[in-house]
């Protein structure tokens, strides 16, 4: 439901409040890393691949769009109740690892064993030799 290249990105953004197409794909293009967002691919989202995206997640019933009547003719996007509730229930995830940057991470020094690693066994001898 949630995979996909865009979808994240297009539900993050429309969690802010409804948004009109272009407003939407701008809002997408200026996020930046600084703003909690992964990456600059951002720049480089084409109109085509937002409308694919956005198609899906009305066939997923994740957004909703409006279309107004009048010419020229708008669309609105907002997210339904069901998405709502789906970033509610993914944003702790997506804010465990900003809690937690620091799990894995083991400094290491050059010609240093670091303590959890094991000294090995040799079946040399002094010399070198077996």
């Not at 290249?5 to 009109?20: F, M, S």
């Not at 197409?21 to 937002?50: A, N, P």
């Not at 907002?78 to 690892?97: G, I, K, M, R």
Request: charged share 30%; glycine share 6%.
């Amino acid at each position: 439901m949630i995979n996909g290249e865009w979808i994240p990105d297009v539900l993050v953004a429309l969690a802010e409040g409804p948004k009109q197409y272009t407003r939407l794909l701008d809002t997408i293009r200026e996020k930046t890393h600084e703003d909690g967002w992964s990456e600059t691919r951002h720049l480089y989202l084409q109109e085509s691949v937002l409308n694919r995206t956005l198609r899906r997640l009305e066939r997923e019933e994740l957004i909703e769009r409006h279309r107004e009547p009048t010419f020229p003719y708008r669309a609105r996007y907002q997210l339904t109740s069901a998405a709502d509730e789906l970033l509610t229930a993914l944003t702790p995830l997506a804010e465990w690892p900003k809690h937690h940057a620091d799990l894995g991470v083991v400094p290491s020094k050059r010609g240093t064993r670091s303590s959890s690693q094991e000294p090995v066994e040799s079946n040399l001898g002094p010399s070198g030799c077996t």
